[in-house]
């Protein structure tokens, strides 16, 4: 399959890139890894008339330490997160849920801001980026602004990122000491998207849990924060009751649609599951952290 | 029909060129107009990982890349790693383990493999069977092919020069 015509842009700085967004319109689409996009083009699902490939612009790739966050390029490939000494020190969740996307040809071309831009509720990064409280730089032909991942996804492909916008950086506060985190996936083989996910970070203090963020992987449109879970594990032990009722409460906000990979009863239940998983992981890291 | 590009890059050590339109895959050119028939077109849809071809130091699914991003490109390909009528170690491990059976996902794993071993030269069978996992092989049952690599890892750390 080859996708339909276009045109190739490659500009070589984030203004360049902008300029040509602005001047091509609706027609023009970004190209980040094209892992998503392409395959799209190739079934008509997007035919645009222009690609605006951000591949030559250095200044989108990079991890680096600011303070107590990690900035993080949006042009930054899985691969490059996998393999980052710096995420595997202070962000560790991250290096883990990279290495659940895809597989290893596709996390070389794939990119964090791609996978979060897409809007795909099964992508991998979107629960990642609300269980870790981030921020995306957003820039525009206005300026740049900054917006928390949390209220960043509205439905099913689509975002606050305007069409004359470019995610240029993803921003993450390093979790306090005692913090641990877990992304827990069941899929049905490598490569496919969640059955159902659960990313979470929690920080321990005292024997109870003193803060939790939970976030679902492919269970509704948008990637979900599960609120009242988190709300009904802060200030209790982690123990087969509390890890029970907050599963429960995970469950009661998905609305998964039924597919190939199970029907929704089944996603609900495998969700519960995850979630359990995921705080019982991440609070055992927390205690050794 | 859109506007053409002249796309350059390095192959297997060569400089080449192809006239190209944007929306043409790296496959394609690689397949069609510069005679490389190694990497292989098995799903055209970068789950199988029979169109393997290394760039600039990554494992790319040339099914899923156009060809006009890979403009000053050092590329390898399954016929770039005999050297000198020498199989690499890899291909000799391939064979001598009995590492493949039709043979069709051989030039991608292989290809794939041997990013993998310069990137982790002592692999245990997890790291292999977790750096293997974009390739689908549908004949061999993957152990002969881990035995392949582990085999070739080996022989490569006794003599790195040939690697």
């Known amino acids: 399959m080859i996708p339909p015509a276009f045109e ?44 605006i490939d951000l591949g030559r612009i250095p200044a989108l790739r990079g991890i680096e ?7 993080i390029g949006a042009m930054t490939t899985e691969h490059q997160l996998l393999h980052s000494p710096l995420l595997a020190d202070k962000l560790p969740l991250l290096v883990e849920g990279a290495g659940w996307i895809a597989d290893p040809q596709v996390r070389y071309k794939g990119t964090i801001g791609g996978d979060i831009s897409h809007g795909d509720p099964g992508n991998d990064h979107p629960a990642l980026m609300l269980a870790l409280d981030a921020s995306f730089v957003l820039k525009g032909p206005k300026g740049e602004r900054m917006v928390a ?13 305007e069409p004359d916008e470019i995610l240029t950086q993803i921003r993450i506060p390093i979790p306090a000491a005692g913090s641990g ?86 996603k609900r239940a495998m969700c519960g599951e995850m979630t359990r998983r995921a705080i019982e992981t991440a609070h055992a890291r927390a205690l050794k952290a | ?22 929306r043409e895959l790296l496959i394609h050119t690689l397949r069609e107009k510069l005679a490389h028939t190694g ?4 799903c055209e849809t970068s789950h199988c990982g029979a169109c393997t071809v290394d760039v600039d130091g990554m494992s790319l699914k040339s099914c899923t890349v156009l060809t006009v991003q890979c403009e000053g490109a050092d590329m390898v390909t399954i016929e770039g790693l005999e050297q000198g009528g020498v199989l690499h170690a890899l291909q000799q491990a391939f064979h001598e383990e009995h590492g493949l059976q ?42 002969n092919i881990i035995k392949a690599v582990q085999s070739a890892a080996r022989k490569l750390a006794a003599a790195p020069a040939t690697a």
């Open chain 2, 1 to 22: 029909m859109s506007t053409t590009h002249k796309v350059h890059f390095k192959l297997n050590g060569k400089a080449v060129s192809a006239e190209v339109e944007p």
């Open chain 2, 102 to 143: 039709c043979g069709y996902c051989t030039p991608g794993m292989i290809t794939r493999a041997w990013r993998l071993l310069q990137e982790n030269p002592n692999p245990s069978e997890q790291d292999i069977r977790f750096g293997l996992a974009g390739n689908l092989c549908r004949c061999t049952g993957y152990q």
């Open chain 1, 149 to 161: 991942a949390d209220g960043f996804f509205l439905s099913l492909y689509t975002t606050l990122l």
């Open chain 2, 39 to 42: 990497p292989h077109i098995g």
């Open chain 1, 8 to 51: 190739y842009h490659a500009p070589r700085s984030v203004a360049d890139a902008l300029k040509l967004l602005g001047d091509l319109g609706p027609e023009a689409k970004l190209l980040a890894g094209g892992h998503s996009l392409l395959p799209m083009m190739k079934l008509r699902f997007a035919e645009p008339r222009h690609l």
């Open chain 1, 181 to 266: 985190g877990a992304y827990i996936k069941l899929k049905r083989k490598t490569g496919d998207f969640a059955t159902a996910a659960t990313a979470v970070m929690l920080r321990a203090q005292g024997g109870v849990v003193a803060e939790a963020r939970i976030a679902l992987t492919n269970a509704a449109s948008t990637p979900l924060r599960a609120r009242a879970a988190e709300d009904a594990l802060r200030g209790k032990a982690v123990d087969a009751a509390s890890l029970r009722e907050a599963a429960r409460l995970a469950m009661d906000i998905c609305e998964p649609s039924a597919d190939q990979r199970g029907d929704a009863d089944y």
């Open chain 1, 65 to 71: 330490q600011v303070g107590n966050a990690v900035h």
